[in-house]
């Protein structure tokens, strides 16, 4: 059975277009767009879940990233790609610390959004090095707070400093001589656990009174 | 002359005169001084006399004592001696010790502790500055400033152990008064003197030296004079009052007073003047002298406190010394010289100069109570009495009854000059024309100015001058001229008249003075021109010119030359002179018409209290300006510390300054003059000894007071007094820096507080324009570009395929180019690090299968870059890669990046093989160019190895 996808994106047109194109192709299937947040989790209370989700970041009501909390939150087997019109690396940062999997910019080609997600679906997750950068950032930042588990191994700090180097997937692939899924594989770890390091953040904060 | 009346006179009351009143001052227990002996007398150079009784030392100027006991530092109120050495400090001789004065304050010399068992009665500094004490019982002690003390006593050849006095000769002799003889010191030799040298007694009381270097010496048996080796001797057999002196003080011209157990007598070398209490001593036993710098002479009497006697320029005769009575009203001098008094209720008193002989009632005289008494060409007495007039004439009188003289109240009787008859001033019945016998009356309806008339003079013009209480009448041939207030009097109760030896008249009245002149009163002085007093009761002119006005406050002095010769009102004031009972007066307050000068030049006051003679050729300037103090200063009722200059607060309030010109001859009579300087120029005058100012507002200032005497003389030094007032705390410096300073700190903070806002405001503006863009128009693209895409997947019409395909191209392209405008707008990737980021995420995308060497060195990611060059610096990286894609064949690219101390380097290098001529003038290097002009920035192509473009400029 092919994977499920679904969209939240409050812009009709840029949304039935997704959608209709996704649904025409035999490995995906598009059932649910809707507009909102709120929307979408109502349909997955009742209805079959998507495995992938693409999520507009400016949206009526709650946000992209704040939905993206939500959801990974109910249902963290669900990939979330945000989707962006701009490579704004902040939104995209917040959205990779709150769950989503990767991101994509909108006008990223039909052929391609169906590639990232096949991609995505296969382990694989983009990094640009504007995002590696802020990752590093983001673990030296929270050294004394997180634990082992959240930490970056040892070959995910060498792919994160290869991206901010401003070297290629395939370049960071030769360079360590692994494949590049290896890399996406890599990569998509490094987000799990920027989530993962986010949600122990707020933990911590939780627990010491501070939120 | 009708003979109404005959008596003889044989009889009258008579009186011998037992001495003229002196003008002696005399001060005591009742006036402050702490007690009536009075041991030693002297005056600082201050000013300030001391004065050493027998219980307490006292500090006298001119007004107040201020007394000092035991319980301020004196080892004994008993007070023996005093004396002020060379360097002005003030040594103090009690009958156990010696004290001095230092600041204020009586300390004691620890060093002289074995003199406190000693009564000390003298004092004395020599010309070396060593100190010499002589004690009663203890010797002579030496003692210098080195600490030495040494006591010579008569087995070191001193003639006695009890020594009264000590003096030093010219040639550094030092002389001691003993009771046992005189003892001199010459190189270190003692030599005594005594009877057996021609001494009238050992017992020794007080040295002078005189200017010659002579010796005057005090015995107890008359006068001692060493001169050339010999002794003279003078005793009361040659004048001396007494022979037991006690005190003995020298005058500027080298005279000696004596003052005596019975009186003090003044020596001019040849002659005796003595003075007793029958003088106005307060008492005649005399222990100590002092010629003061004002030239009058103190006396310490024993029990009569203090006498200061200011010379015999005056005399006084009062009921006590044979007058009938003090109420005088009139003097006359006859041809024969006998001064003839009038008095009212006592008669008329004849004074020969030595016996009072008085005629009353009883004596013929028609009333008692007399107004005035005048003489007229043939000698005889014209008497106005409150009840008629009576003329003696050869020792007759002459009265007039009520039918011949209806008139009671003869005020002033006047002989016309051409002795044809007398004129005659009623008191409210106007004037009478006294003439063969017949009296005529002119009245106010006759054209008087007033029908009260004081006074009768005639000018030289024959015309006839009365004065009224309703101005002054002129009368010549049978008309009046009034002159009033209207004619410019200053008041219209006239009160005399004279004619001066210019020939000018002077009235004087109940307001002031005027003068007339050539037909006019050209001139009138009240005491606004600085006249003491306003009420004028008589006038006289002395042989000198000087005038001399009686009023209620005493005898003026007027020095009308003066008067006019200067300029300023202020110095004008300077040509009056008040005489007092201070300068010897008997009374103050005159009366109207008792003036008189007779054939000597005397001057002749009555008063209330009696009559005064004067004579003015005695009396002499005191041309010794008063020594002028600052004796207190007062903040809001406290007095305050005020040595070496004031500070204040700026909240005070009432700062008074009490000072005193001490003038020991008039001390009533200073005048004063301070200012503030600082806060005035201008200097003010005043007569008393203390000036208020309610509030000094902060500043320096010197207060400043000067004094005159009653002579005009002023003081040679002003006092002055250094006065800060502090400013309050809100105008010190401090305070007004903090102020500064929070104000700035302030200015500083808002400056600060809206230009951070305002960056923030622009950075929010910059966000909300780029999520604008994002959303709307990026939206809208995007949406355009998906279509297309939609479109070629849907596999539409093959013709339609490539304009679809190049739709999606452009859109893209569209959003692509907005997306760096949003990047570089957006105020959250100003930092040196998203540059580089956004370089790196650029060049992967285009170049995904060149090898990009990046080399950022040294560049710290944080480092805020401005939005042009951010975005130039993108762009020209942008446009110099898109280059590489587009016509490169190079396999490897280095991007260099550098920033260092405010400039920056960007250096893009590929390994392509050999030039191209479209990448030199292609449309890209032309933007680059542009887009490095934009950020004032160098651009350079090389093309050596592979083709470089070389940015450089200023990041700051």
């Known amino acids: 059975m092919a994977p499920v996808v679904g969209i939240v994106e409050d812009n009709r047109k840029i949304r039935d277009l997704i959608q209709r194109y996704l649904d025409m192709q035999e490995e995906l299937r598009c059932p649910v767009a809707v507009d909102t947040v709120e929307e979408m989790l109502e349909h997955l209370e009742e209805h079959q879940r998507p495995d992938v989700i693409l999520m507009d970041i400016q949206l009526p009501g709650m946000s992209g990233i704040e939905g993206i909390g939500i959801i990974k939150e109910k249902y963290p087997e669900i990939e979330i790609i945000m989707l962006t019109v701009y490579h704004d690396s902040h939104k995209i940062f917040d959205s990779l610390c709150a769950g989503a999997s990767g991101y994509l910019l909108k006008h990223t ?11 995505l679906l296969k382990g694989g997750a983009p990094m640009s090095p504007q995002i590696a950068r802020k990752v590093i950032n983001h673990f030296q930042d929270n050294a004394p707070k997180r634990n082992a588990d959240s930490e970056l191994t040892p070959r995910e700090h060498d792919i994160v400093n290869g991206l901010v180097d401003g070297l290629s997937y395939k370049m960071i692939a030769d360079r360590y001589d692994i494949s590049i899924d290896t890399v996406r594989a890599h990569i998509r770890n490094i987000y799990k656990k920027l989530h993962v390091n986010s949600k122990a953040e707020v933990i911590a904060k939780s627990l010491k009174g501070e939120i | ?107 004691t010399v620890p060093e002289l ?28 002690w030496h003692y210098d400033e080195r600490g030495s003390l040494i006591q010579y006593i008569s087995v070191h050849g001193l003639a006695g152990n009890r020594v009264r006095s000590i003096s030093e000769s010219t040639d550094g002799t030092l002389w001691f008064a003993t009771r046992d003889g005189l003892t001199s010191l010459e190189n270190g030799n003692f030599r005594s003197f005594t009877t057996e040298d021609g001494l009238p007694e050992n017992k020794l009381r007080d040295l002078v030296i005189d200017e010659d270097g002579s010796l005057w010496i005090a015995t107890r048996n008359g006068l001692s004079h060493y001169a050339d080796g010999t002794f003279s001797n003078y005793k009361e057999e040659d004048g001396l009052i007494n022979n ?36 106005g001593l307060s008492n005649d036993i005399i222990y100590s002298t002092l010629f003061d710098r004002e030239q009058n002479i103190w006396f310490g009497t024993f029990g009569g406190g203090l006498n200061a006697f200011f010379g015999n320029h005056f005399e006084n005769y009062t009921i006590e010394e044979g007058l009938p009575n003090n109420v005088i009203t009139s003097i006359t001098q006859d041809q024969k010289g006998n001064y003839w008094i009038s008095s009212y209720g006592g008669g008329l008193t004849r004074f020969d100069g030595e016996t009072f002989v008085t005629f009353s009632e009883n004596d013929g005289l028609v009333d008692n109570k007399v107004y005035s008494v005048t003489t007229d060409s043939q000698d005889r007495l014209l008497v106005g009495t ?39 001033g009623t008191y409210g019945e106007g004037v009478l024309r006294f003439e063969n ?96 007093d306003e009420v004028g009761y008589f006038i006289l002119q002395d042989d000198e010119g000087i005038f001399w006005i009686g009023t209620n406050k005493g005898v003026i002095r007027f020095d009308y030359d003066q008067y006019k010769s ?126 208020r100012y309610s509030t000094l507002l902060p500043g320096e200032y010197v207060f400043q007071v000067r004094a005159r005497n009653s002579d005009g003389f002023w003081s040679v030094e002003t006092a002055s007094l250094n006065i800060t007032v502090l400013a309050p705390f809100w105008m010190q410096w401090w305070f007004i820096l903090a102020v500064l300073a929070v104000i700035m700190g302030i200015i500083f903070f808002v400056y600060h507080y809206y230009r951070v806002r305002k960056m923030v405001e622009i950075e929010r503006m910059r966000v909300r324009i780029a999520s604008d863009l994002h959303d709307d128009v990026g939206s809208a693209l995007t949406e355009i570009a998906l279509q297309s895409d ?71 990611m944080e480092e805020k870059l401005t939005v042009p060059l951010k975005e130039n610096l993108y762009l020209i990286f942008k446009e110099a890669i898109n280059n590489i894609a587009k016509h490169s064949d190079a396999t490897r690219v280095e991007v260099i990046l550098k920033n260092r101390s405010g400039s920056f380097d960007l250096l893009i290098r590929d390994n392509g093989s050999g030039p191209k001529p479209e990448r030199k003038t292609g449309h890209g290097l032309r933007n680059i160019k542009m887009r490095a002009q934009r950020i004032k920035a160098n651009v350079n192509f090389g093309n050596e190895t592979g083709f470089t473009v070389h940015v450089h400029g200023k990041s700051r």
């Not at chain 2, 068992?117 to 019982?137: C, M, P, Y």
């Not at chain 2, 809001?636 to 200059?645: F, R």
Request: with cysteine; proline share 3%.
């Open chain 2, 113 to 140: 502790a074995p003199l406190e068992s000693s009564a000390v009665l003298e004092i004395f500094e020599d010309s070396r500055g060593d100190f010499w004490f002589a004690t009663d019982g203890q010797g002579v």
């Open chain 1, 109 to 119: 080609s039909l052929p391609e959004i169906k590639d990232s997600v096949l991609k």
């Open chain 2, 386 to 424: 409150r009840w008629g007039l009576s003329i003696i004439d050869d020792n007759r009188f002459y009265n007039f009854d009520e039918t011949e003289l209806p008139y009671r109240k003869i005020r002033t009787v006047l002989e016309s000059r051409d002795q044809t008859g007398y004129w005659l």
């Open chain 2, 790 to 860: 939609f479109l070629q997947a849907t596999g539409t019409d093959s013709k339609l395929a490539n304009p679809l395909k190049q739709i999606g191209i452009q859109s893209r392209k569209i959003v692509s180019s907005l997306d760096d405008i949003v990047w570089s707008i957006d105020a959250r990737n100003d930092t040196l690090g998203d540059l580089t980021d956004r370089m790196q995420d650029y060049a992967n995308n285009v170049l995904p299968h060149k090898e990009v060497v990046y080399e950022f060195d040294h560049l710290d």
């Open chain 2, 244 to 279: 037991r002196i006690q005190s003995l003080s020298m005058d500027n011209e080298g005279n000696l007073w004596i003052g005596t157990e019975e009186g003090a007598s003044y020596f001019d070398g040849t002659s005796f003047t003595n003075y007793t209490v029958e003088q």
């Open chain 2, 566 to 691: 200067v300029g300023s009102p202020e110095e004008q004031m300077t040509a009056f002179k008040l005489i007092t009972q201070n300068q010897g007066l008997v009374a103050n307050e005159m009366n109207v018409g008792a003036g008189f000068k007779d054939r000597e030049g005397n001057l002749w006051f009555g008063s209330v209290g009696g009559l005064t003679r004067f004579n003015p050729g005695l009396a002499r300037m005191n041309d010794a300006p008063p020594k002028v103090h600052i004796e207190n200063v007062e903040v809001s009722g406290e007095p305050v510390e005020y040595e070496g200059g004031l500070k204040v607060g700026s909240d005070n309030h009432n700062v008074r300054f009490d000072f005193i010109g001490i003038s020991l001859s008039a001390p009533n009579q200073v005048v004063y003059e301070y200012r503030l300087k600082g806060a005035e120029k201008e200097w003010h005058r005043t007569r008393w000894p203390s000036v």
């Open chain 2, 1 to 107: 002359m009708k003979q109404l009346f005959l008596i003889l006179l044989i009889v009258g009351s008579g009186s011998r005169c037992m001495a003229q009143l002196l003008p002696f001052r005399s001060f005591s227990i009742e006036k402050g001084l702490s007690q009536a002996v009075v041991n030693d007398l002297i005056q600082d150079e201050e000013g300030y006399l001391w004065v050493a009784t027998g219980y307490g030392l006292n500090r006298f100027d001119g007004l107040q004592f201020e007394n000092y006991y035991e319980e301020d530092g004196l080892h004994s109120n008993d007070i023996r001696s005093l004396f002020q050495d060379s360097k002005g400090r003030i040594w103090i001789g009690t009958s156990s010790g010696l004290n001095t004065i230092e600041k204020d304050s009586i300390v």
């Open chain 2, 437 to 532: 016998n017949t009296f005529t009356q002119l009245l106010k309806e006759d054209g008087l100015a007033n029908n009260m008339v004081m006074a009768i003079e005639e000018s030289e013009d024959g015309a006839c001058w009365f004065a009224t209480y309703g101005g002054v009448s002129r009368y010549k041939d049978g008309e009046f001229t009034n002159y009033t207030i209207r004619e410019g009097l200053p008041n219209n109760g006239v009160l005399d008249i004279l004619s001066d030896r210019e020939g000018r008249l002077w009235f004087t009245t109940y307001g002031g003075l005027a003068v007339y002149e050539n037909g006019t009163i050209t001139e009138t002085i009240t005491t606004r021109e600085g006249l003491p």
